[in-house]
């Protein structure tokens, strides 16, 4: 698989951020919140990272950790498409702290074995 998270797995519309935010259903993990709406017309689930300016001030703080959990969603992708309907995925960072990769890949895990 390519090192790249292409723009078809990423939720671009602000209107369909707005649904998923409406209308989805939420779970929480250790770091994140998972906000998903079911897309049985989809073939592959698409991602939005949120990381709210209100906890990191510093845009290089909130890149870094949308970094993070984007490429743990990208490696642990994998497990989540055999047999599931496709999501949109809303994450939401909810920890006051950094942490380091390996805590997001295990919290994004956690979260797509509750998603299965």
């Known amino acids: 698989m390519a090192a790249i998270f292409p723009k078809r797995m990423r939720v671009c519309s602000p209107l369909e951020v707005g649904r998923i935010f409406n209308q989805g259903k939420s779970i929480q993990v250790p770091y994140l919140r998972v906000i998903y709406l079911e897309k049985p017309d989809q073939t592959e689930h698409r991602v939005v990272v949120s990381v709210p300016k209100r906890l990191f001030k510093r845009a290089v703080k909130r890149n870094l950790l949308k970094r993070r959990i984007r490429e743990a969603f990208r490696l642990s992708n994998t497990s989540l498409q055999e047999g599931v ?28 074995e509750q998603l299965s």
């Open 85 to 112: 309907v496709a999501k949109d995925i809303l994450w939401v960072y909810t920890s006051k702290e950094i942490v380091s990769y390996e805590r997001i890949r295990q919290s994004v895990q956690a979260a797509l």
